[in-house]
């Protein structure tokens, strides 16, 4: 699905405003004409901002953004990639960039970001606008960046990874319905198919590894099927009739924050992925 | 507006599936039959367990429990509830009861606990359901929960505090939209009006205090009408007309947990209130 088509609210009318997706020479870009005219700005959650940070020169040779929902996972990460690219040495003291606010956690190893992005998609949707306006105001270039964490499985052996080729809501649908002021917005959630099929090759044999839609939802125990919540009004058979119907449409995970992730990237110009250990 | 009705997704056909709100005794309940059936509830996301904590010996007390988005701040505002209590003696090392995770943080202060619930509807959902459970484990009765926090003000002088009496969506209406499986179903986010009345008696001459609507949204920069998030496509103009729309139809202030918060303790029996800082 291409472009994306706006709505309404409450009524049907349906308006084309074009294709989203093109490549600026591969820098990442907003797309907010507002941002020109303004003297700073302010990265809210990030604790960062245009006037007292140099951006470019913290975040000029970012090329991989690795994003997770728990702080304490990307600070690990952080230290993994320390490893493997040899910089254990250069910078023991792992630094969070963000350490001014609780509200996210970023490290930095040498072309690697690694943030966290809390739980569900309003949570990852403040994140990605801001590193997404850090990495313009950076003037990075052929970033690519990749969602990794944990989530239900659908039909998967436990223990595999699954790499998102395009996410889905709770209906089945590629799309991600944004609320702008009081209009819908239907956006395209499809990742980087390159990317996806580029990272399948990368898979050792370790674990399975496979390419499937994941289903995005908002909520972690009603929205999901799951029986133990505080409210739950459905029954097993329910439950498993509508899994049945996911599997089916292609899901073969189930978490909270892809649709916006998927739709966020393909906007902006970067290259996106989603893979996730079941 | 009481009751629930449901419908079925792509289609207008309404459900109704009775009133939601009643007394049991001023205790809080779940709506799961499911959960009697169950050996172990184990509250993932705050590390507590049924079989692994003695919740009612741990919780049976509360009373009072307070909620807002950031870690620091729930510990910070713990710490303030020790000084007046005069609980300061007693446990001058505060300790984080979801110390096992880094989803949430929980602090308990006589019959005070303090959660932390992150950002977005979805991610206070998840805390909710295991906060409702717990309570419901401990066999808590007559507990008042209170969503404290900072927000956006509307036509309201900076410093104000708002207390809502009822949570709207983007489209200025009284309700939050639960997806079930794939089924939406429709609930009530009215707030305890006598909690607030009393909430509103208590405020000193230090800061004005008003009761008004609340305004929930998804998304923090498009759906709030921000000009300098990393994608906007409407004026300054349209962003004017939208916000005085809201406040002609009573919204105060906005921010992105009310409707969720509201449906979920008018549901559960928890007497619920909202008071934000702007």
Same mark, same amino acid.
């Given at each position: 699905?291409?472009?994306?088509?706006?709505?309404?609210?409450?009524?049907?009318?349906?308006?084309?405003?074009?294709?989203?997706?093109?490549?600026?020479?591969?820098?990442?870009?907003?797309?907010?004409?507002?941002?020109?005219?303004?003297?700073?700005?302010?990265?809210?959650?990030?604790?960062?901002?245009?006037?007292?940070?140099?951006?470019?020169?913290?975040?000029?040779?970012?090329?991989?953004?690795?994003?997770?929902?728990?702080?304490?996972?990307?600070?690990?990460?952080?230290?993994?990639?320390?490893?493997? =690219?040899? *910089?254990?040495?250069?910078?023991? +003291?792992?630094?969070? @960039?963000?350490? %001014? $606010?609780?509200?996210?956690?970023?490290?930095?190893?040498?072309?690697?970001?690694?943030?966290?992005?809390?739980?569900?998609?309003?949570?990852?949707?403040?994140?990605?606008?801001?590193?997404?306006? =850090?990495? *313009?105001?950076?003037?990075?270039? +052929?970033?690519?960046? @990749?969602?990794? %964490? $944990?989530?239900?499985?659908?039909?998967?052996?436990?223990?595999?990874?699954?790499?998102?080729?395009?996410?889905?809501?709770?209906?089945?649908?590629?799309?991600?319905?944004?609320?702008?002021?009081?209009?819908?917005?239907?956006?395209?959630?499809?990742?980087?198919?390159?990317?996806?099929?580029?990272?399948?090759?990368?898979?050792?044999?370790?674990?399975?590894?496979?390419?499937?839609?994941?289903?995005?939802?908002?909520?972690?125990?009603?929205?999901?099927?799951?029986?133990?919540?505080?409210?739950?009004?459905?029954?097993?058979?329910?439950?498993?009739?509508?899994?049945?119907?996911?599997?089916?449409?292609?899901?073969?995970?189930?978490?909270?924050?892809?649709?916006?992730?998927?739709?966020?990237?393909?906007?902006?110009?970067?290259?996106?992925?989603?893979?996730?250990?079941?």
């Amino acid at each position: 699905m291409d472009g994306t088509r706006v709505f309404l609210a409450n009524s049907n009318q349906h308006i084309n405003i074009g294709k989203e997706t093109h490549s600026r020479n591969g820098f990442v870009y907003v797309k907010n004409p507002h941002l020109d005219l303004m003297e700073e700005d302010i990265l809210y959650h990030l604790d960062l901002g245009t006037k007292t940070h140099n951006l470019p020169a913290m975040f000029g040779d970012i090329k991989f953004v690795c994003v997770g929902g728990s702080p304490n996972r990307m600070k690990a990460f952080a230290q993994f990639m320390q490893k493997e =690219l040899g *910089h254990e040495g250069e910078d023991n +003291d792992l630094k969070n @960039i963000c350490a %001014g $606010t609780d509200r996210y956690s970023m490290y930095k190893v040498g072309p690697v970001l690694s943030i966290s992005h809390g739980m569900g998609i309003p949570s990852i949707s403040i994140m990605l606008h801001e590193l997404i306006k =850090l990495l *313009h105001h950076a003037k990075c270039c +052929d970033v690519t960046i @990749i969602r990794i %964490g $944990t989530s239900g499985g659908l039909g998967v052996e436990p223990g595999s990874v699954v790499i998102t080729d395009v996410a889905v809501d709770s209906f089945f649908k590629p799309q991600f319905e944004q609320v702008i002021l009081d209009r819908v917005v239907t956006r395209s959630t499809e990742l980087d198919q390159d990317l996806a099929s580029e990272l399948l090759k990368c898979s050792g044999k370790d674990f399975p590894t496979l390419i499937g839609h994941t289903m995005c939802t908002y909520d972690f125990y009603e929205g999901q099927g799951r029986l133990d919540g505080a409210l739950c009004c459905f029954s097993n058979e329910k439950k498993l009739e509508y899994l049945k119907r996911a599997y089916n449409a292609g899901v073969r995970n189930i978490e909270m924050e892809s649709t916006v992730f998927a739709a966020m990237c393909r906007l902006c110009g970067l290259k996106g992925c989603s893979t996730i250990k079941i």
